[in-house]
T-cell receptor, first 114, second 110 residues
Framework: DADVTQTPRNRITKTGKRIMLECSQTKGHDRMYWYRQDPGLGLRLIYYSFDVKDINKGEISDGYSVSRQAQAKFSLSLESAIPNQTALYFC?????????????FGQGTRLTVV | SQKIEQNSEALNIQEGKTATLTCNYTNYSPAYLQWYRQDPGRGPVFLLLIRENEKEKRKERLKVTFDTTLKQSLFHITASQPADSATYLCALTGFQKLVFGTGTRLLVSP
């Protein structure tokens, strides 16, 4: 089983629908991140969380919300999906202890908004 | 504004040569700089981390340098192989966030 699991892997949804992307991790890490990736734009940070009670906006948080339900779970919601939110979404985790900030990524969720 | 810049053009080299990729940043003072490999449709995979007080780090055929005065990191793959073909991303911790450059695609021809 993967250390960082994203569900669903692929999703097609209609404009205006609410959708949730889920991420769970078995690494015991405290930090979790949501990124989106678009061709030519690299990975852009949407939200990040350093623990269950610490949620922070990234570069492109408008139109998104998150929930850290437990240390191991971090969900990303699109309240009312729009076509320009079509992208590849990645969840990542890292451990703040020991000074090593190496990040581990999930397999990605390919989201298409039509 | 804060920027992390990597060459957007693909780097094409022949097998056996050394590939050198560049990462430049502005308005950050990162404690760490990291390099990741990403294959199409997959999540990035961590390769190397270098700290601000380190000039150079090596791992097998990989070498990373970090010049905090120039605000630049160089990533080298020696004796490159076709299997090294991928996109390589640099990342740094800026204000505790982990932020990424846009990546450079490397193509190694047999």
């Amino acid at each position: 089983d993967a250390d960082v699991t994203q569900t669903p892997r692929n999703r097609i949804t209609k404009t205006g629908k609410r959708i949730m992307l889920e991420c769970s991790q078995t690494k015991g890490h405290d930090r979790m991140y949501w990124y989106r990736q678009d061709p030519g734009l690299g990975l852009r940070l949407i939200y990040y969380s350093f623990d269950v009670k610490d949620i922070n906006k990234g570069e492109i948080s408008d139109g998104y919300s998150v929930s850290r339900q437990a240390q191991a779970k971090f969900s990303l919601s699109l309240e009312s999906a729009i076509p320009n939110q079509t992208a590849l979404y990645f969840c990542a985790t890292s451990d703040s202890t020991g000074g090593n900030t190496e990040a581990f990524f999930g397999q990605g969720t390919r989201l298409t908004v039509v | 504004s804060q920027k992390i810049e990597q060459n957007s053009e693909a780097l094409n080299i022949q097998e056996g040569k050394t590939a050198t990729l560049t990462c430049n940043y502005t308005n950050y003072s990162p404690a760490y700089l990291q390099w990741y490999r990403q294959d199409p449709g997959r999540g990035p995979v961590f390769l190397l981390l270098i700290r601000e007080n380190e000039k150079e780090k090596r791992k097998e055929r990989l070498k990373v340098t970090f010049d905090t005065t120039l605000k630049q990191s160089l990533f080298h793959i020696t004796a490159s192989q076709p299997a090294d073909s991928a996109t390589y991303l640099c990342a740094l911790t800026g204000f505790q966030k982990l932020v990424f450059g846009t990546g450079t695609r490397l193509l190694v021809s047999p």
